[in-house]
């Protein structure tokens, strides 16, 4: 694995580990209420998401069972539509 992949793969297990630790002892329904909780767990995500689609191809292939595809994907509609709905909602 190249070295860059290490940076990233251990940034997308940073940022996984704290969108739990925001979320522990939370309920979904407090994202719904709780806008600073809300962008702390959009924001891990988005680190997950952002270094997940730096991931080079043959880093990938290592790991065929993690969804990249779809963890790339859950970025790019928490950052496009989800924050933008929030902003603009309130």
Not at 5 to 24: K, V
Not at 38 to 65: D, K, M, W
Request: charged share 25%; proline share 6%.
């Amino acid at each position: 694995m190249p070295p860059e992949d290490g940076i990233r793969t251990r940034h997308m297990i940073d940022a996984a580990r704290n969108a739990r630790q925001f979320m522990a002892a939370r309920k979904r329904s407090d994202l719904d209420t709780d806008t600073m909780l809300l962008f702390a767990v959009v924001q891990a995500l988005h680190i997950v998401g952002e270094a997940a689609s730096r991931i080079l191809p043959e880093t990938r292939s290592v790991a065929p069972s993690v969804p990249w595809a779809q963890i790339v994907g859950m970025r790019n509609r928490l950052v496009h539509v989800l924050i933008r709905g929030v902003v603009w909602k309130r």
